[in-house]
């Protein structure tokens, strides 16, 4: 078990091990899923493992993705069908070892006369999907029974819909489940700590950290550096005179209430300006759309957010595929936007660069950026086979499950659906969560707060339990209330504070601070766009394409 401390207060604690425990096996930079996975799968094999990140768990890419575990049905039309087969593989594998967190989502791609694609086209490439996934998935329904279950649906010249099927999670909270679980095996993790600078010699790497929060810093020496930085990869690369042509891309999307667009699959929907692939779903109890895709300046260590730009390219589809929806700026509860590492080719549009992941080894110092969410396993894997010379003890164990089982007891605990989701969110943890809500809260401490699928019992254990060092970590990554309630969950803000500042241990002064900096933070780069989020994407020149 892990000595840094994630408990409120915890921090002093933490470093203090941190600074005593100078030599470790591998330090991993980088707290996305990318890092969180190479954590996890180090540590079950008994290294001593140190994971930092500059910023929150999961601040990066891996909180703003489209939160799809998907195959890739694009490889196989580009006829790459081996990618397809290891995330398909992957994707059954995460369904299976952690429902509740990785549910399965159906799609549907309507179709219509004269467009592309056409129904027997895309019924083989769904054959050749369900083939991969050995599970029969798809299947078309006429156009009668569409309009009928979809009224809202664009009806002209519409012939029919085929629907199959991928999976959904909570980014942030997959993250944060792979932390937990490498913790268990003895992985220090902490937010808020930069890797600042790194030196090789023969022995090993020296590593000076920095707590971005206090300011305090300190050296550590490992026998492997993982630069798992994502979009960021070049800034340590740069200091051992290395550097990859990585074209940084943004995608936005935003967040609508379901009432206004009641959809309970993820159309998949080619927008008509430019033919790409649109998703419209579901996701904690509102509607979602998105994502953009455009070039985006070299990323600073700031936030980004949608553009006006976007923001109508998303209302355009809507209002082309959902005419009687009748969606409107107004309608937008929120918005976020991500920025993905793609290891140039060249390619006219960032859309058509490969999504795959890349690991370059320099000496030490092994870097990874790339990939997806949804094979985070497989890009451990092999990060830490470039690791095997120094550490040989990392030898590979392919089939090993990243999530130790949840007790099957809880399910008597909760209504069915809190107790799916609770397991799957917390795995073993769920059990201590219902627990103390009965003790406290009450029973209504497991109701979902209206509008979310978010109970006040998950906030109590966030607070209490999961190395909240800004309200901003709570509201966006930990909980995703700043995304699913109007105005960013501020008018929860006063219940809030009376619930979970005791277990902050947050001064008056320091709740009041920390409410002013997420009220900013919220309305520049999660609401609707702004001048800093305008600025912030000022220097892109891509098309969104
Ligand atoms: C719009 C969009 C939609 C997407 N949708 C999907 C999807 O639906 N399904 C899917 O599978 N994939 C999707 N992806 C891809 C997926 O989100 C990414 O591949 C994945 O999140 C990358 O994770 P990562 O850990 O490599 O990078 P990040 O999550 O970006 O993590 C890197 C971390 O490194 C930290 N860091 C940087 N420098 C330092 C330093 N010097 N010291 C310490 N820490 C540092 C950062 O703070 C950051 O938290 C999407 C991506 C985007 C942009």
């Known amino acids: 078990m892990s000595i840094t401390d994630w408990k409120s207060g915890g921090r002093e604690q933490s470093w203090r091990a941190l600074t005593e425990n100078t030599h470790w096996d591998i330090v991993i930079a ?12 180090a540590a079950r094999r008994g290294l001593r493992v140190l994971l930092v990140d500059r910023q929150d768990f999961s601040w990066g890419t891996s909180s703003r993705s489209s939160k799809m575990v998907h195959g890739g049905l694009r490889y196989i039309a580009q006829g790459d ?20 967190l990785v549910d399965l989502m159906p799609y ?32 078309f329904h006429g156009a009668d029974s569409v309009r009928e279950r979809y009224p809202f649906l664009n009806p002209d010249g519409l012939t029919g819909a085929s629907e199959f099927a991928d ?11 792979i932390l937990h679980e490498a913790r268990r095996d003895g992985a220090e993790v902490l937010n808020y700590v930069a ?20 300011g305090a810093s300190c050296k550590v020496t490992a026998s492997v550096l993982v630069n798992a930085t994502g979009v960021w990869v070049n800034e340590l690369r740069e200091q051992l005179g290395q550097s990859a042509d990585v074209r940084p891309a943004r995608g936005s999307h935003i967040v609508i209430p379901a009432e206004r667009l009641p959809v309970d699959v993820s159309f998949t929907i080619l927008h008509p300006q430019d033919q790409r692939p649109i998703f419209v779903y579901p996701w904690e109890g509102r509607t979602v759309i998105g994502t953009t895709d455009l070039d985006h300046p070299k990323p600073d260590n700031g936030e980004v957010g949608i553009t006006r730009r976007e923001m109508d390219y998303l209302l355009a589809l809507a209002a082309f595929q959902f005419p009687e929806a009748g969606i409107q700026e107004k309608d937008v509860i929120s918005s976020w936007a991500g920025v993905r590492p793609l290891v140039a080719s060249g390619a006219k549009n ?35 086979k470039e690791a095997r010379d120094e550490l040989p003890e990392c030898e590979v164990d392919k089939k090993a499950p990243v999530f130790t089982i949840t007790d099957p007891a809880i399910a008597s605990l909760a209504s069915e659906q809190m107790a799916h989701r609770l397991a799957g969110f917390y795995g073993r943890d769920a059990a201590e969560i219902i627990g103390t809500a009965k003790a406290h809260g009450g029973a209504e401490d497991l109701e ?38 109007k105005n960013g969950g501020l008018d929860l803000l006063p219940d809030l504070k009376e619930r979970l500042q005791p277990m902050l241990g947050w001064s008056d002064e320091h709740w009041a601070a920390e409410v002013e900096r997420y009220r900013r933070l919220w309305s520049q780069f999660y609401s609707l766009p702004s001048v800093q989020s305008e600025q912030a994407a000022k220097t892109s020149e891509g098309e969104i394409a």
């Not at 960032?350 to 790339?370: A, I, L, N």
């Not at 019992?457 to 190395?467: D, P, T, Y």
Request: charged share 25%; aromatic share 6%.
């Open 30 to 41: 980088g707290g996305g899923v990318t890092g969180a996975g190479v954590a996890r799968e």
């Open 81 to 100: 069908v081996r990618t397809t087969l290891h995330s398909v593989k992957e994707r059954e594998r995460l369904m299976k070892e952690a429902p509740g």
């Open 108 to 139: 549907m791609m309507p179709h219509y006369d004269g467009r592309f694609p056409g129904r027997f086209a895309f019924g083989m490439l769904l054959k050749v999907y369900d083939l991969l996934a050995r599970r029969k998935y798809h299947t």
């Open 167 to 177: 999976a959904v999670t909570d980014d942030s909270r997959l993250v944060m489940r």
């Open 195 to 214: 890797v600042d600078r790194t030196e090789q010699n023969a022995d090993g790497v020296t590593i000076s950290l920095r707590d971005t929060v206090g």
């Open 350 to 384: 960032s859309s058509k660069e490969s999504r795959d992941h890349t690991v370059w080894k320099d000496g030490r110092v092994v870097s990874v950026s790339g990939g997806k969410l949804t094979t985070f396993r497989l890009i451990a894997l092999d990060v830490l």
């Open 448 to 485: 979902p707060i209206p509008g979310t699928h978010t109970c006040w019992a998950e906030l109590r254990w966030q607070a209490a339990s999961e190395a909240v060092v800004h309200l901003d970590d709570l509201m966006l990554r930990r909980s995703r209330l700043g995304l699913l309630l």
